[in-house]
């Protein structure tokens, strides 16, 4: 119950992602690659070593004085890339009371996927609007791809990220049946502690690639 009270208030951050999505220039572009993805011979989520290619040292709250300071850097981008894959009953995902469940890979292909960025350890919930928003859609190979804008300096950002399987209403954030991703690895040394609703990414003087799996999800 408490993940779904931190992620429920997605009101401005889809307010905004719509408005990008709707205008030129936006920092986000689906994926619709055909073909579907081959089931693998274990499960997808037997694989939950998160997002470890990018997390790297920087500045923030659990190293104390023995933090160096960071140079912010040149603006950098977030490239998420999300794929889901099946096993031989559907898409496996978890549920907040541990179980496995599966979701048909029909009710994810078309659908509408959120992405919202925020500071470090800022539950992106709690801010009146977020860093930045985008919208792309899930592709028929169960991918999404999506950019940011080259805004982020070097240090610790978040990045939440939700599916609309449903296909309910967007700007009240995730639904019952919709698919949430999260991270809850512990943060490198002198970061924030994580939000457990958003995924940390750390921007060290490149483009940070995040990919994004079942295993980072979670069924409402």
């Known amino acids: 119950m408490r993940l779904i009270q931190l992620l429920t208030p997605f009101v401005a951050l889809v307010s905004i992602a719509c408005s990008s999505a709707s205008s030129p220039g936006s920092a986000a572009s689906g994926s619709h690659a055909g073909g579907t993805s081959a089931p693998p011979d274990a499960s997808p989520l037997d694989d939950a070593s998160g997002l470890k290619d990018v997390a790297t040292p920087s500045d923030g709250g659990s190293g104390g004085d023995a933090c160096p300071p960071v140079s912010p850097g040149s603006p950098r981008s977030i490239i998420g890339s999300v794929t889901l894959t099946p096993d031989s009953q559907g898409v496996p ?7 496995i469940v599966h979701v048909a890979a029909a009710d994810i292909v078309g659908k509408t996927l959120v992405w919202a960025t925020a500071p470090g350890g800022e539950q992106i919930a709690n801010l009146p609007v977020p ?7 899930v592709g028929s190979d169960l991918t999404a791809h999506f950019k940011t804008s080259a805004m982020y300096t070097n240090g610790p950002w978040e990045l939440a990220v939700f599916i609309s399987v449903t296909g309910g209403n967007i700007t009240k954030g995730p639904q019952p049946g919709d698919l949430a991703a999260f991270d809850l690895s512990p943060p490198p040394a002198c970061e924030p502690p994580v939000t457990g609703v958003s995924i940390r990414v750390t921007i060290d003087n490149a483009d940070a690639n995040v990919d994004i799996t079942n295993s980072n999800f979670i069924r409402f």
């Open 93 to 99: 995902f978890g549920t907040q009371n541990g179980a």
């Open 131 to 137: 860093t930045e928003a985008g919208v792309v859609t």
